[in-house]
């Protein structure tokens, strides 16, 4: 089989498109997605983005993104037709030899920066399973969920709002971001959630004029938890979401939680979805009105030397 690999290029991206949107028919990106998703990446690699071709036919498609000493599977799809021929384990292959040169020891699939999936879909994507491991990667776990709730007909639950006032009533307040909180929001991300702070200064930078986006919870007006939605311009995208933890356990999160709904409700959305949660938040999201509706197996592989 005459398979050559070679970095994307921009006259690949219509049969890259269906390749993906073939292969991971839930998560089907457009050009603009695309673009945003790969293309955009702030530490985009074009060798950590490669497009297997036989015969002059683009085949399949992967693309990885590194974060430290990680590296991260984010994208990966062989087209209909060409399928269990060795094509996906090749360029897997490829992918770890070219992250192993460049200093990464762990490779995981998925939830990299701007990931398209937080993991393998173990109902619509059961096979990928197999796949990743015969290809010697570890399934870590299956706590990650996407979940949503209807809006349709939502109302603040009654204890929701005397929680509000009670908290209020300890020095609390609740608001949406404005341009006198946005450096105290960067600087509460940078010292309390580092992995959240590009979100939020990236979403700032592309919707200057959303920045009610974000609902900040103070304490004796210091930031002390936010919310955010339309991380990317999905006004129903709900999350990042985080309090301080001194002041977890006392419903600020509840209260945060339910403001970011009516937010979305003001802006006409009719859900509210999350794409990555689970783990210990999974109860608090269950107990305030959202279900699972996507289940995740996390994989992940050590290469290279120690």
């Given amino acids: 089989m005459n398979l050559e690999e070679r970095s994307f290029k921009g006259r690949d991206l219509k049969p890259v498109l269906e ?9 089907r990106l ?9 293309l955009l990446q702030e530490n985009y690699d074009p060798e950590l983005c490669i497009v297997s071709e036989l015969e002059g036919e683009v085949v399949g498609f992967i693309y990885s993104v590194t974060r430290g000493e ?50 393998v879909d173990v109902k619509a994507y059961s096979r990928a399973i197999g796949f990743f491991t015969k290809n010697g990667y570890s399934e870590l776990n299956r706590e990650s969920v996407s979940m949503s709730m209807s809006l349709m007909g939502y109302t603040t639950p009654r204890e929701v709002l005397e929680l509000e006032k009670k908290l209020t009533a300890e020095g609390y307040s609740f608001q949406q971001l404005d341009d006198e909180h ?11 959630f580092p992995w959240w ?9 592309r919707y200057p004029r959303c920045l009610d986006w974000f609902t900040l919870a103070l ?29 977890r356990n006392k419903g600020v999160g509840t209260v945060l939680f339910h403001r970011c709904l ?11 979805w999350l794409a990555w949660g689970g783990g210990r938040n999974y109860s ?22 120690e």
Avoid: W
């Fill in 219 to 247: 304490r004796n007006g210091e930031i002390v938890g936010y919310c955010q939605i339309a991380t990317d311009g999905l006004i129903e995208h709900f999350g990042p979401f985080g309090v301080a933890e001194e002041h």
């Fill in 70 to 119: 990680t590296g991260y599977i984010n994208i990966l799809g062989v087209k209909q037709g060409f399928r269990r021929r060795g094509i996906g384990s090749r360029m897997l292959a490829t992918i770890e030899e070219k992250l192993s040169k460049k200093g990464i020891r762990r490779i995981v699939f998925s939830g990299g920066p701007r990931y398209l999936v937080p993991g």
């Fill in 262 to 272: 009516r937010l979305i409700q003001s802006l006409g959305g009719k859900n509210a």
């Fill in 197 to 205: 702070y590009e979100d939020a200064r990236r979403t700032m930078e």
């Fill in 19 to 27: 390749i993906i949107n073939d292969a991971m028919p839930l998560d």
């Fill in 284 to 305: 608090f999201y269950i107990r305030n009105g959202m279900s699972e509706t996507r289940r995740f197996a996390v994989f992940a592989k050590s290469i290279g030397g």
């Fill in 30 to 38: 457009n050009e603009e997605s695309f673009r945003y998703r790969v």
């Fill in 182 to 192: 946005v450096l105290e929001l960067l600087l509460f991300l940078k010292a309390r």
